[in-house]
């Protein structure tokens, strides 16, 4: 008996090995059908793939929101786990942008050796890692996944419907937290110029606490359509990093009020070329593009989605980090909102604000990224201030104090409440605080919304017609106050007398007109831009004034080998159509125009034709 049962154990060992696999195997099937998902960290508490720490449930076994890492970051979910509300839109966040360009006390380009990116302007980080590896780093999380895993919008780039949790679309509408349509209507809010901060209609509060309300859109043209959809509830299709969810994941807590903002999908034209070879040298750049896609000459880009968060008694204390460049910082894809969580004493005394709007932007203090990050984020803030006076109210707070007199007008204008910049170890406390460093940094609401309140400022709303505008301004980087180096026409002397003579030639009444920025004030600068038809020069902050150009202007660049987007995707959510020229590339980065004939061939092409550059997208072609 002794003999046949040492025998048995062998067999009982296996057999008992044999089970737990089959234990084990049940077990990870039901976990990755029905379990936890396996969340990675975009910190530094977890190392890609470790299994974090559980959801958080209502008490039912449903997920509410993927957890938060210890230093206070959230988590993303893997995306081999089905069933997880998630996905990815890539955003190509710093990619092509002028990372470490900032400007001067008269908007040029300067160096910020001080604040120095992680990214250079390729988009490729400092640490070698090629802008095409960088991109993926820098998806924005938004929803693509139903909870049973199928794909709930199309993938990024071919999106054409803005998408509410609902299931809702919205083309020229509004509507408050419970869906319903928001009456707009037009008030004069005592203010002395037009076009300043709408004023809301506001609807009956659904629950004690709680205001329903959304900023009235813009009546002209120009703003027409653009607004958001705002949702302020966590419902079924909202992705669980949703502004709504964040607070139900987080309460209680100072975070009282989340609006996930989501702003309609939309298409710029792609520019004209003087020829095939200067399209394809330009056009190959698209290729690792991805917040939009070119399609039939045109680039499409899908609904972005936003985060208004509102803080009560929200305490700042220089986290994430104003001017500061990384992939943590504000409007960034793992920008934080965990330390404004944080409740304890601080040894030094808050500055108290009623209501703060939360704007430390990456080289907040420049001229290119005040307008296209601060401003955008303030603009976007409006969406959560309760009442009408709010506008006169609140108070921006950003980073360092600018040198640039066009950006700290620009701020009175905008926040007429006024404007702090933050020094560390400062702390700043709002009655309400508003959190809006996840925005929608492309898009055509905050780029028009802008360049109407500085125009109605000035009462100069009232363009004139395309074909009345005679200014061609030119933008030399071989005159003026150019702080950074580069980017000079080498034969710039040739491609004036070119252009001149063909304006002369075509006997309009059309002007070459130079502009140095340290002969102009905001309002002459803005009344010049204004009555421009064409506006022309090597790449440089210069082309911002055009932003002060109506719908329909030409703006010319001429371009360097190296490319740089962000005045193409300007002119194009301000409904400007764009021209380029590839020059040769020199030393410093200096260009040459090989063909001067063939540049203002171009031009002459297009200086009769008032063309459309900027049009709303919708998945459906409905027949109307």
Request: net charge negative.
């Amino acid at each position: 008996m002794a003999r046949q049962s040492s025998r048995l154990k062998p067999f009982l060992v296996l057999q008992s090995v044999v089970v737990l696999m089959l234990l084990a195997y049940i077990w990870n099937t039901q976990t990755q059908n029905h379990g936890p998902s396996t969340w990675q960290t975009v910190g530094d508490t977890a190392r890609p793939g470790e299994r974090a720490p559980p959801l958080a449930t209502a008490g039912d076994g449903d997920a509410l929101s993927p957890p938060v890492g210890d230093a206070g970051t959230a988590v993303t979910p893997n995306a081999a786990d089905k069933g997880t509300v998630s996905g990815t839109a890539p955003a190509s966040y710093g990619a092509g942008e002028e990372a470490q360009g900032a400007a001067n006390a008269e908007g040029e380009d300067t160096p910020a050796a001080a604040h120095a990116p992680s990214m250079t302007e390729d988009g490729s980080r400092l640490d070698g890692v090629p802008a095409e590896d960088n991109a993926a780093d820098a998806a924005t999380t938004v929803p693509r996944v139903t909870a049973d895993g199928e794909q709930a919008v199309p993938p990024a780039g071919t999106f054409h419907g803005s998408i509410g949790g609902d299931g809702a679309s919205i083309a020229d509408g509004l509507t408050d937290a419970r869906g319903d349509d928001v009456p707009v209507t037009p008030v004069d809010d005592g203010r002395a110029h037009e076009g300043a901060i709408a004023d809301v209609a506001a609807a009956p509060p659904e629950e004690a606490g709680q205001v329903d309300w959304a900023p009235a859109m813009d009546p002209t043209p120009i703003g027409k359509s653009w607004a958001p959809l705002v949702h302020e509830k966590c419902v079924q299709g909202l992705n669980p990093l949703s502004a709504p969810c964040l607070v139900e994941r987080h309460a209680p807590s100072p975070l009282t009020r989340g609006q996930e903002l989501i702003f309609p999908p939309f298409r710029i034209r792609l520019p004209f070329f003087p020829s095939e070879g200067h399209r394809e040298k330009w056009e190959k750049n698209l290729e690792t593009f991805d917040r939009a896609r070119p399609l039939d000459g045109w680039l499409v880009y899908p609904a972005a989605p936003a985060h208004n968060l509102v803080f009560t008694n929200g305490t700042y204390r220089g986290i994430p980090a104003p001017d500061s460049w990384s992939m943590d910082a504000c409007t960034f894809p793992r920008v934080s909102h965990t330390a404004l969580l944080d409740t304890s004493p601080h040894p030094t005394a808050p500055h108290t604000e009623a209501l703060l709007v939360v704007t430390p932007s990456p080289d907040s203090w420049s001229w290119q990224h005040f307008l296209d990050r601060v401003a955008v984020m303030a603009i976007q803030a409006r969406f959560a201030f309760d009442r009408p006076e709010d506008g006169k109210l609140a108070k921006v707070l950003a980073g360092m104090q600018s040198p640039n007199p066009f950006v700290n007008e620009i701020y009175d204008i905008i926040s007429p409440g006024g404007h702090l910049h933050y020094t560390f170890p400062s702390v700043y406390q709002g009655e309400r605080l508003i959190f809006p460093c996840r925005c929608a940094l492309w898009h055509p609401y905050p780029y028009q919304t802008l360049s109407r309140e500085v125009l109605a400022h000035f009462g100069l709303l009232d363009y004139l017609p395309f074909q009345d505008r005679k200014a061609i301004i030119y933008l030399s980087r071989n005159i003026g106050d150019t702080a950074n180096q580069g980017r000079r026409i080498i034969n710039e002397e040739a491609v004036i007398a070119e252009l001149t003579s063909m304006l002369e030639q075509r006997g309009q009444g059309e002007e070459l007109r130079m502009f140095d920025r340290r002969e102009h004030t905001l309002r002459s600068a803005a009344e010049l831009f204004r009555s421009a038809r064409a506006v022309v020069g090597p790449h440089g902050s210069a082309f911002f004034n055009a932003r002060w150009s109506p719908p329909g202007t030409l703006i010319y660049e001429i371009s360097s080998d190296i490319w740089r987007p962000a005045f193409y995707e300007q002119s194009g959510l301000l409904d400007q159509p764009f021209l380029v020229y590839m020059g040769q590339t020199l030393q410093d980065e200096d260009i040459h125009v090989d063909d001067v004939q063939a540049l203002a061939g171009l031009f002459r092409a297009h200086l009769d034709v008032e063309t459309r550059a900027l049009e709303p997208t919708y998945w459906w072609e409905v027949p109307v």
